[in-house]
């Protein structure tokens, strides 16, 4: 299973569509900034199933700024992450994620890519996506039988 992670969009659903057609997923998630992103994406992919977290730039979204949903069998524990304050410290973060049993904690925000793994968990912010000022960056989560994996990848 291939599962393409996206965060920070701002208007930029053309970069995300190119991620998935780089990235050929069964499985999007959208960390939010922009939420209308993920649904403008949803329409273009309709065999593709989604989910996503509303961020800070999200007005109005009354949907739950953290989900912990199951794929592949992995427990992966998403947010926008300014809620848990990750711009100054990410331990708030993973520390949600460890109390829940995930086996990835995924978050957005601050535009910066980052995977790191600990030997139990991934933590991975794909970065954004819209690349507006920076480059634009996707994360894919690889589970196989045998392997389970997480990265990011500039556009």
């Given amino acids: ?15 995300m569509a190119r991620c ?8 999007i998630l959208h960390l939010g900034d922009c ?7 949803a329409k273009q992919f309709p065999a593709i ?7 800070n730039c999200d007005y109005g979204a009354l949907d739950e700024p953290e989900k912990l949903i199951e794929l592949g069998g992995k427990r992966i524990l998403m947010m926008h992450g ?11 973060a993973v520390y949600a994620a460890r109390e829940c049993g995930a086996d990835v904690l995924l978050f957005g925000h601050t535009h910066r ?17 819209g690349g507006r000022g920076t480059i634009a960056t996707y994360g894919v ?6 392997t389970f994996d997480c990265a990011t990848y500039r556009l």
Avoid: C, F, W
């Fill in 1 to 15: 299973m291939r599962i393409l992670v996206l965060s920070d969009s701002h208007g930029r659903v053309e970069n």
């Fill in 20 to 27: 998935v057609e780089l990235s050929e997923p069964n499985y």
């Fill in 35 to 41: 939420v209308r992103d993920a649904e403008l994406l």
């Fill in 49 to 55: 199933p989604m989910t996503t977290v509303p961020g």
């Fill in 82 to 92: 300014h809620t848990r304050g990750v711009k100054y410290n990410i331990q708030r």
């Fill in 113 to 129: 890519a980052l995977v790191d793994y600990d030997g139990a968990m991934y933590v991975m912010n794909p970065g954004t996506v």
């Fill in 141 to 146: 989560i690889t589970v196989n039988d045998r």
